[in-house]
């Protein structure tokens, strides 16, 4: 038998693994065959020989299976027989079994069900995980620690050996008991659903025939007349990427579909095109949905809107797509205006679209389906939850499979509105989503640069929406372009000082993304500059909620440059209480980036001003809100290190700034609990160094009435001889510990951009890490 576990190994090119498998047991082919993934983790397989052996494994069962069945066949069916003859011809013209053998087609893989029981370890990976806790082993390297455990393994006593495999045992019996459990909910009922689909589109052929490609597309035209079952897919546009759109576009469902039934737990209301909302209502939350969004990204023409709303309100027949949009509109406008609906008819109005959505669009992949992930990204962004990130990645998928110019194949949008539409959606994977997570919270744009995952924009999806766009002469259009612009250069600035490490942050790195930014500013439109928006002439043609855009954008603007300049004010401020300067630039370069980085905190507040004193700002407004408690850490951290210095230069001024920020969290607090929490973190700051400013402030007053108050004989006995200076030599500055442990919180904070360490600190906040990438931060479930 181990001749045999040889000569596999050797045939399949593993035979450099043989005796670590010899010494941990592993000594025949049987046995090899019953070889776990963490097994195989554990004795230093590599991934791609770990899939080898699998394979040969999978195999050699398989050879066994059916070696089984025909010898079953045969007994069954004594008059059948099977005769093969080989001619020499034949004989001399079959190629051998490696020549036949072809490439094999990578095949997807279903993503893992997150919500199953996890299955337990063995009892050897158990074993070898306790002795992994001996220092003395685990400071060996990873073969000589595979070799001692299976050595310890193979001389443990019988008696020992059945306590750890009953330990297993049980552990495996306490699995299945869960896994009959979960059988049972609904959890796993949607799992299954997402494997038929997934096995579904993994069985669809790749390349049909050019008649049934006809067909397909002419049972898909009459599919998207009347809005209901399944559109074919391209086959013409590769099956790769209708494979991609097709699992995002499942996945997407399915996410939508959990955060549904989450919704529905709360006894919300209901509404289809039997049970109406308030005309009034609906109409105002709408259309505050339309000034909300409308000048910053891209959701729907007002005309366009107006025209559904008659429809909805007047036609006795109501079609099941206006009646969604409008509702989803109405759910995400009652955010911006919050006196127009309760939270229940919010939830409400949700939960109907939802419902409208898979009814009549599961499966539907073009630019409706499209549009309806856009308005849903919007709308979790502005519920906080993670969804967010699957619709957009089923938005964006849709439009690398559909051409904008086919949107008119569906009837329901233009070409025109098809760019915009991807522009939006590239805006919010860039500034939302990507900037929440470990891996960034500017989400993304702004939703990668939030969340903190790495944005998933490709440079064809630029090239399909910017260039018309770039043609109009709009002023809605510039600022959605110029959103998408920032975007990307703040995911560059997120690679650099979010994705790597602090130490691998350079002067190049900092010059280089320094000197985007700065050609971004020059190059943008005379418009959009802020002395246009001073000169009442110029600013004139701006609506209130274009000018309020046009601040925003410049808010990003300045995020970017504090985004830039944060994590070299960090190391900076390490060595700086650490008195070990192990920086490749010198101090006084330093200064200058903490000046910059200072001057556009006090920018951002001014922008957060004009926002407020606009009348345009929103209580919920997540860029606002986001913004006001990153701007009042920056400044607090810069007022830290002035204290720090001793030199406060510019003390005063920034306090005021920081109350700005604080002030506007308190305002939107009332309406947004994640405002709240972000106050309760920031104030106690806040208030430690006023308290400490103030107590600086008197015992400086106190020193100086003590010197004027000296007697003049004790001044007049200093006598200065020429030549001699009459200071003493500089002795080293005494360490504050009070500020120093400021300074510190403050470069936590400021080291987590997107929040991810304060979920630890405040009550209530779930959290999530998945093997689909989901990630709750903070506020975001």
Request: charged share 25%; hydrophobic share 40%; glycine share 4%.
């Amino acid at each position: 038998m181990a001749a045999e576990l040889s000569g596999i190994l050797h045939r399949i090119r593993l035979h450099d693994y043989l005796p670590v498998l010899q010494q941990n047991g592993f000594d025949t082919w049987d046995i090899v065959c019953d070889i776990s993934e963490d097994d195989m983790a554990h004795l230093g397989f590599k991934l791609g020989h770990r899939r080898i052996l699998q394979r040969e494994i999978a195999a050699s069962r398989g050879a066994q299976s059916r070696a089984s069945l025909a010898s079953d066949s045969t007994d069954r069916s004594p008059h059948t027989t099977t005769t093969t003859t080989t001619t020499p011809e034949d004989a001399s013209t079959s190629p051998p079994q490696a020549e036949e053998r072809k490439k094999r087609r990578y095949r997807r893989k279903p993503r893992p069900d997150i919500n199953a029981p996890k299955k337990p370890k063995t009892a050897y990976v158990n074993f070898a995980d306790t002795l992994r806790t001996d220092p003395a082993i685990n400071s060996q390297s990873f073969v000589e620690i595979a070799r001692e455990v299976g050595r310890r393994w193979q001389a443990l006593p019988p008696e020992q050996k059945h306590v750890w495999e009953c330990q297993a045992a049980r552990d495996m019996q306490e699995y299945e008991a869960q896994m009959d459990e979960y059988k049972t909910t609904e959890n796993y009922r949607r799992y299954q659903n997402y494997l038929k689909s997934f096995n579904h589109a993994q069985s669809q052929p790749k390349r049909p025939s050019l008649d049934h490609d006809r067909k397909s597309r002419s049972n898909s035209s009459e599919t998207l007349s009347n809005g209901t079952g399944e559109a074919a897919p391209r086959p013409e546009l590769g099956p790769r990427k209708y494979d991609e759109c097709h699992v995002a576009f499942e996945l997407a469902m399915q996410e939508l579909s959990v955060r549904r039934d989450e919704v529905m737990a709360e006894g919300v209301p209901r509404f289809d095109v039997h049970h109406l909302p308030p005309q009034d209502r609906l109409r105002k939350a709408a259309m505050s949905c339309r000034v909300g969004t409308g000048s910053f990204f891209f959701l729907v023409r007002e005309e366009h809107l107006q025209q559904m709303l008659d429809h909805v309100y007047s036609h006795e027949t109501i079609e099941p797509f206006p009646l969604m949009v409008v509702l989803l509109l109405a759910a995400i406008g009652a955010h911006y205006d919050v006196d127009c609906m309760t939270d229940t008819e919010r939830h409400g109005l949700f939960v109907s679209a939802a419902f409208i959505f898979e009814s009549e669009l599961a499966g539907v992949i073009d630019y409706r389906s499209l549009w309806i992930f856009t308005m849903l990204s919007i709308h979790s962004i502005l519920e906080k939850h993670m969804v967010a990130r699957h619709v957009v990645a089923a938005g964006l998928q849709i439009s690398r499979y559909k051409e904008p110019e086919e949107a008119d194949e569906s009837g329901a949008i233009t070409v025109q509105d098809a760019h915009r539409l991807i522009c939006t959606l590239i805006f919010v994977e860039w500034f939302v989503l990507a900037p929440l997570s470990k891996h960034y919270t500017d989400e993304g744009s702004w939703l990668s640069t939030t969340l903190g995952y790495k944005a998933d924009v490709r440079a064809d999806d630029i090239t399909r929406a910017w260039p018309r766009l770039m043609q109009s002469t709009s002023i809605s259009d510039a600022i959605y372009i110029q959103g998408c612009k920032i975007g990307l250069v703040s995911r560059e600035i997120a690679e650099v000082t979010i994705h790597k490490a602090a130490s691998a942050v350079r002067t190049e790195h900092i010059e280089l993304l320094t000197e985007q930014l700065d050609t971004w500013h020059r190059s943008l439109p005379a418009t959009m500059h802020l002395a246009a928006l001073a000169d009442e002439q110029q600013s004139s043609c701006l609506t209130p909620y274009q000018r309020r855009a046009i601040l925003m954008i410049h808010m990003f603007y300045l995020g970017a440059i504090i985004s830039l300049y944060r994590q070299l004010l960090l190391q900076a401020c390490e060595a700086r209480i650490h008195s070990k300067w192990n920086l490749d630039m010198p101090y006084s370069q330093i200064q200058s980036y903490r000046t910059r980085c200072s001057i556009a905190a006090q920018q951002m507040t001014r922008m957060m001003q004009l926002i407020s004193w606009n009348g345009a700002m929103t209580k919920r407004c997540w860029v606002m809100i986001h913004w006001a408690f990153q701007t009042c850490t920056v400044i607090l951290f810069g007022i830290g290190l002035q204290m720090m210095d001793q030199h406060p230069a510019t003390i005063e001024e920034d306090f005021a700034y920081a109350k700005v920020c604080a002030e506007t969290l308190g305002a939107c607090s009332t309406a947004e609990p994640v405002a709240a929490k972000y106050l309760a973190v920031i104030k106690p700051l806040y208030e430690a160094l006023v308290d400490k400013q103030q107590r600086l402030q008197h015992e400086k007053a106190d020193e100086e009435f003590r010197r004027s108050s000296a007697p003049l004989s004790t001044a007049q006995s200093h006598v200065e001889l020429p030549g001699v200076s009459s200071q003493p030599h500089p002795a080293a500055e005494p360490r504050d510990e009070e500020i120093i442990s400021i300074v510190k919180k403050l470069s936590e904070l400021l080291a987590d951009p997107f929040s991810l360490g304060l979920k630890a600190k405040i009550q209530g906040v779930r959290e999530t890490s998945n093997g689909v990438g989901t990630y709750s931060v903070l506020w975001w479930k």
